[in-house]
């Protein structure tokens, strides 16, 4: 026997019994006559100590040779301690070594296993990751993970939902992102795709007849990682038939509540709020907006349309869009380094042609680079729209709509945490709905989808399908916390000929359509319920509620930004006769093994 107890298990009540406990050495403390050994797990930490005078001979020489994270077994009797730790769940106990057999030895650790890794570079962490998971706040972002995803399941199971698994190994279908490949080794110069996401399947289970499904599926994109973004993630994959989209929103936020508060202990006892996709846009620069904090976006386009400057009045002229962020009481920050940088972030990130900037200072005059262009009435309106006050100062971009938008919402979140706005005791959920249903391309130019080619249109703006695409929203939904959209879905489309058209809005022919999505478009022929459905990023709900800065804390075995896995060492080279049974860029490898010999 290995153990009678885990080590965050014995209390005083156990004084007086014979225990076996089995762990890590978190560490060894030598007072001379007397050794106080913490043995750790995962359920938390109990002191052992070992009596010099009273030990069993060769016991104490045995301890003071354990080196930390060496896995030992001790037998020994439960007392009371005499000095209790109150921090300390067993600190009212501790147990009186017998015996100690170790049962694995470790070599000199490359960090301490605490949570103090402020000096800890991720590559070292992630190089090393089995060490790391031993710290506790690692263990218990994965109970946190575990609690989540027994939530998830054990409500969907009540409602009725099917688990159903659906393939890894699919066709490559176009869905926004790169698809990682894998070449068939059977069928020569073929491959399948990694799925993106089980988007066809679980509509086509919707086909079958299934009613309600969901899935905790792996997904993989092969696309530019940060911090809230890996190449394979867990997705909660959720699909109904015979639905509104209102059913999906009811149902949804009521899964939403119960997890945040199994995860996070508190309640979101309130009805999420609904914002239409452009609302969102025009007041928080994002669609999805943290609402924690204000520095709402102001418009000021009409203010400034007649003004001499011409850097805002082109713009206005042109269909673009003038507007603000304010930013309250902090004037000693915005130095013109500062704002330097800021101007450089908008450019280099979001290609915004400037930032310009108005201020009110201590004597209440306005000050600005732009005042001279500007009349003193022309100004007085600009502060009374801003409502500028002493103190505080706009910053202003003028540019399309989107990337003003893109711009100010981006420079808005970077003050927030920068300048301590944001309220991080606080978790506010909302749902953003009626996304467009194209947007334009400028590198392709063409209309793309925005979500993907299988949502549902909303009914009144049918009759722009002929001429103003851009107008086009969808029975669409993201659920926001925190800024994080942590998940996403639609009503989808359940028309043929209107499956039909939205294709050829893309710019996808029918053979195109036919090679990509042919087994899809032959399921839509044979009776299809109206449906919809919605996907959660697991590993980005749990980092939001967390309030973990980086999905690596919650994912188990996560990849570098550069799609790494340092413990692993992966991707790594394949033997180069694999790579030639497999096919992979067969014609490319001989070649380059003619030139090699």
């Not at 939902?161 to 190994?169: A, M, S």
């Not at 979101?268 to 943290?290: L, N």
């Not at 590993?539 to 994912?555: F, G, N, P, Q």
Request: hydrophobic content about 40%; some cysteine; overall charge negative.
């Amino acid at each position: 026997m290995y153990r009678t107890h885990n080590l965050g298990q014995l209390r005083i009540e156990n004084a007086g019994e014979k225990v076996v406990l089995s762990g890590w050495v978190a560490n060894v403390r030598d007072m001379n006559h007397f050794l106080f050994l913490v043995l750790r797990d995962r359920e938390g930490i109990t002191q052992v100590i070992i009596d010099k005078e009273n030990s069993p001979e060769g016991l104490f020489e045995k301890t003071k040779s354990l080196n930390n994270e060496d896995v030992i077994k001790v037998t020994g009797t439960v007392r009371e301690r005499s000095s209790k730790n109150k921090d300390m769940p067993t600190g009212d106990i501790e147990v009186a070594a017998d015996t100690i057999d170790i049962l694995s030895r470790s070599l000199q650790l490359p960090f301490a296993i605490n949570d103090n890794i402020t000096n800890l570079g991720e590559d070292m962490r992630l190089k090393y990751r089995y060490l790391d998971l031993r710290r506790t706040k690692m263990l218990n972002n994965l109970r946190k993970r575990n609690t989540m995803l027994k939530a998830m399941r054990d409500y969907l199971t009540d409602k009725g939902f099917l688990d159903i698994d659906t393939p890894v190994l699919a066709k490559a279908t176009p869905e926004g992102a790169r698809d990682f490949i894998v070449p068939s080794r059977i069928n020569k110069g073929d491959f399948y795709a990694l799925p993106q996401s089980p988007q066809l399947f679980k509509q086509i289970l919707m086909v079958a007849g299934v009613d309600r499904y969901y899935q905790l599926a792996k997904c993989f994109r092969d696309e530019d990682l940060r911090a809230d973004r890996q190449p394979e993630f867990t997705q909660l994959d959720i699909e109904m038939s015979f639905v509104t989209q209102e059913d999906i929103l009811c149902e949804m936020e009521k899964m939403a509540k119960i997890v945040f508060e199994k995860v996070t202990g508190k309640k979101a006892d309130y009805d999420f709020p609904r914002m239409d996709y452009y609302e969102a846009m025009d007041r928080f620069g994002s669609d999805k907006p943290d609402t924690r904090f204000g520095l709402e976006l102001i418009d000021i386009t009409e203010e400034v349309r007649n003004s001499e400057f011409k850097a805002f009045a082109g713009t206005a002229e042109s269909g673009g869009k003038i507007a603000a962020i304010v930013v309250p009481d902090n004037l000693e920050k915005f130095s013109r380094k500062y704002i330097g940088d800021l101007e450089n972030y908008a450019k280099t990130y979001f290609k915004a042609k400037g930032l310009a900037h108005i201020r009110i200072d201590e004597n209440n005059e306005i000050v600005s680079p732009i005042a001279k262009f500007f009349s003193g009435d022309e100004l007085s309106k600009i502060a009374e729209k801003l409502e500028l006050k002493s103190g505080s100062i706009a910053l202003i971009i003028a540019d399309t709509k989107d990337i003003t938008n893109n711009a100010l919402g981006a420079l808005r979140l970077k003050l927030g945490n920068e300048l301590n706005f944001i309220n991080t005791e606080q978790d506010n959920f909302l749902w953003v709905i009626d996304f467009p249903m194209f947007e334009w391309s400028e590198e392709e130019e063409r209309f793309k989808s925005t979500h993907h080619p299988f949502t549902a249109i909303k009914e009144e703006d049918r009759e722009f399908l002929n001429k103003s695409l851009e107008k086009i929203r969808t029975l669409s939904y993201d659920m926001v916390l925190n800024g994080y959209e942590i998940g996403g879905g639609s009503i989808r489309i359940h028309d043929s000929e209107l499956q039909d058209i939205i294709f050829e809005k893309l710019g996808l022919s029918k053979e195109e359509a036919e090679d990509k999505f042919g087994f899809f478009l032959n399921a839509l022929k044979y009776g299809v319920p109206p449906h919809g459905g919605i996907a959660f990023g697991v590993d980005r709900w749990l980092m939001a509620m967390l309030k973990e800065d980086s999905i690596k804390e919650v994912i188990p075995f996560p990849k570098t930004n550069k799609g790494q896995d340092l413990m692993m060492e992966a991707p790594a080279a394949v033997d180069k006769k694999q790579l030639e049974e497999e096919l992979l860029l067969k014609s490319l490898y001989v070649e380059e093994t003619k030139e090699d010999n």
